[in-house]
Structure formats: C-alpha cells, structure tokens
C-alpha cells in the first residue's frame, strides 16, 4: 500500500508544470507575474512537465588522448583579420577559428551592414588569405532586400554566398553544400528548429539554434557570426545563457540621430574587452574610424562662452569631446535642468558643489548641459570640464584657447585624479591644445607644448581656467 502510494507521489511530482522566463530562462514551480532573476513582468510562462532527477551517462571510450598542453598547436587558432581595423580592435586581432560571435544592437544600428562588409571583405581576400568562400544567412530580410543594400556599399563579390531562410535544417544544409569559410546568420532570434517546440525567438527555440551552430562552427573550425535582438533595456535579448555559450558577445552603440557607431566586446574568450572600435555609418556603407575627436569638438581652435573640452577614455581609446553649456534666466519656480549626453544626476550635483562651493548662484536660471556628435558622458573624469562650462555660461566669458580640463569633482569641492591620465594628456597635446586643468599632485610628465594648471579644489580650478595662459610647464 505505501509503494503504491509512493509510485502514485512521484508520478504526480513528476508531473507538476513547470514555468519558465522567456528572457532569460529562470525556472519556477509556480507562476509568478514578474521574473525573479531579470525582474521583466510578463515573462513567465509555462513550459511542460518537470524534468525528471539526475540520469547517469555511459562511458564512452576516448577517440583522442589527452596531450601536454606545450605539445597543442596554436598555428591554427591563430586570429584572422577581418578587414575592418576598428573591428579587429575589438575582437582582439580578428575572427579565430571555430569561434563564435555574437553582435547585438538595437533596431537600425548598422548591425547587418556592418557584417555585410565583413563578409565581403573576407569573400575579397582583403584580410590577405586570398578569396574564401562566405555564407551569409539571412532570416529578417528577403535575399533581394540584402542585395540591394550590398550594391548601395560595395559589397558584392563572387564568392558570397546569400540565403534567406528561417529553418535551422536548411541552415545546416546550406552549411554542408557551401563549406565556407565564414558564416553570417542575421538573426539567431528568426531561426527556429522544426524538432523543438515554441515560437522563433523564444528560450528553447535560441537555445536550440545557438547550441547547433556553436557545435557546428567548432567541428567546422569555422568562425560564426551572429546578430542579436536586444531588448528595451538595451541587453541582449532571449535567454541569458546565450551569451555564456558564445564565445565573443559585442555590443553595437550609436545614437540614430548621430552618424558615430560604437562597437564595444562585452565578453572576449580570445582578447581583451576594454577596446572600443569606432564606425562611421553614412548612406556609402559604414567605416572604421582611426581617429574619431575630431567628431566630437566643434570649436577647437577658438574660444566661445559656455564650452570646454575634456578627454575621456572609451576603453583604452582616449576621445576628446566638447562639453556645452547654457545658463539662461528661468520664470519658473522650479528652473529646468536639461541634459543630452550628459548624465542628469552629474549635473546636479556639480551644480550643488558650485553653489556650495564657488559661490555660483543658478537658483534662478535654467541650465542646459550637451554633448557634440552624439557623443555620451559616463565617467566622472568630464565632472570638472562641465562645471568650467556652466561658469563659462554664466559668466558670458570663454575659457582661454586650448584648455582642456579633466578631472573629478567631489562633493566636498576637491578635485580627484583620475584613471589614464597620461593617455588623456597625451591625446589633449596631439590635438593641439596648450593648457590642461589637472586635479593637483599628480605624477605624470607634461608632455610637449601643452601646460598643466593643478587645482585641488573646484574655486582654484575655476580661477586658474580663467587666468591667461602661460609657458608650457606646470603651476599652481
């Protein structure tokens, strides 16, 4: 009577549904409204009986015996160029062997023409290996819609293979008849697999996909690239284990409104992931962009009131950007404190720091703070350029010509050293600039032409970015 009882438990236990989050693939005995793993609402969804305890897997004998590790080639995981420098940068020297990449972006970003021409370039010889063969899958757009968009970039070649199919089945047997040497699938969210269940896009159907290619490109030893969806939050879309299975996950920025794209590795397996490769995307196609501070300063050589310069770092890449400001006397109550690019917590309490601080009254005026080129301020290194640039604004006065300022502000008013501050004062002199505002008590060698004001507190930076420039060196 207790077996009978016991079986009847185990079979009802074994039964029980379980609930699973289409983002990210938490699992739960019971549905809830909101994941408790990514915190999405409306995310949760019934996937089908429990899966049952932990089965054991047979031996299988060893067709490959363990090596010494001085003993593996490294010859043939060398990385290949991919003919775009700024991707290269990224990738940490270009596409290895067998491995896996995965490009997200939002919607209209310049994801597809971006592997389009990487494509084309491999297809062209143009990484130096000579003519290959690529496969480019597209599963968004008709094969038509993508020939049209390689004319308009220069991107046919004779090589390149296009398909325009959604089936993970036929993917593979174009993968069979085609044996390139480069895959493209835009995008990993549109194929889906006949064997599994669920809608194209969802946690077992990515799943799927992503496990068959991976395991494709690493028999192959051929190298994957993927695009993916993000979501609202600008994360990857689908389950989160994609990205773990990947090997490289890069993420694709860039403003609609602003021709700048920003290609950044989140997740590197072959290189380092504080590099950032940096596109100009126009209606010709998209290109690399070796020296992007240009785009980013709009008066570089003359003084106007409300702006200053700073250099920040984008990974290792140090860009000088032109920080602007505006202070304009407010009807309201309450004065409006606007910002594009900048970040609007910042800006507040640089604003408090000169009230307390310097003695800058703006109560009564509304304050606008901006960015050129679309550019975005994350890092409080730009903290002492905005302020310069808000007293700049309230006083009708511009800073003299050539200052650049970097530096943290405190909200006791001190200014704090920064990270790369040599890299930063190195690219503030390739461009021409004659003065720098640094926080006080650095050790770092002024480098050629350009003069280094040390200011410890937010009152003797404002001061010394106001006085005449003097002779190259350093001073107080």
Known sequence: MSTTTSSRAGRAKSSRPTFRCTECGWTTVKWVGRCGECQAWGTVAEEGPAAAGPRTTAVNPVRSA??????????????????VAELDRVLGGGLV?????????????????????V?????????????RTVLYVTGEESAGQVRLRAERIGALAPTLLLAAETDLATLLGHLDAADPALLVVDSVQTIASAEVEGVPGGVSQVREVAGALI??????????????????DGAVAGPRTLEHLVDVVCQFEGDRHSRLRMVRAVKNRFGPTDEVGCFDLSESG??????????????????????????????RRPLALEIQSLVAPSPLANPRRATS????????MILAVLHRHAGLRLADADVYASTIGGARV?????????????????????????????????????????????RRLTEAARLGF??????????????????????????EAVELASAAPAEPGRSR
Do not use: M, W, Y
Request: net charge negative; hydrophobic share 45%; glycine share 14%.
């Open 215 to 232: 395991a494709a490109a690493k028999e192959r030893q051929v190298p994957v690239l993927l695009v993916g969806h993000v979501t609202k």
């Open 97 to 117: 062997p067998g491995a896996v990449v995965l490009l997200a972006g939002e919607p209209g970003v310049g994801k597809s023409t971006l592997l389009l021409s």
């Open 119 to 131: 494509a084309s370039n491999a297809a062209r010889g143009a990484d130096g290996e000579g003519p």
């Open 286 to 315: 998209i290109e690399g962009l070796s020296d992007p501070s240009g785009l980013f300063l709009s008066h570089l050589g003359a003084g106007v009131p409300g702006t200053c310069v700073t250099v920040t770092l984008e990974g």
């Open 66 to 83: 363990a090596r010494p590790i001085a003993e593996i080639d490294v010859d043939a995981a060398r990385a290949t160029p991919t003919g």
């Open 434 to 459: 004659s003065r720098a505002v640094v926080p006080a008590g650095v050790s770092v060698r002024a480098p050629a032409g350009l003069r280094l004001a040390e200011a410890r507190h937010i009152a």
């Open 341 to 348: 690019g900048v970040e609007s917590q910042r800006l507040a």
């Open 378 to 422: 994350t890092e409080p290194a730009a903290d002492l350029a905005t302020a310069l640039a808000i007293v700049s604004a309230r006083n009708g006065e511009a800073l003299p010509a050539g200052t650049v300022a970097v530096g943290e502000v405190g909200l006791a008013g001190d200014i704090r050293p920064v990270t790369g501050l040599e």
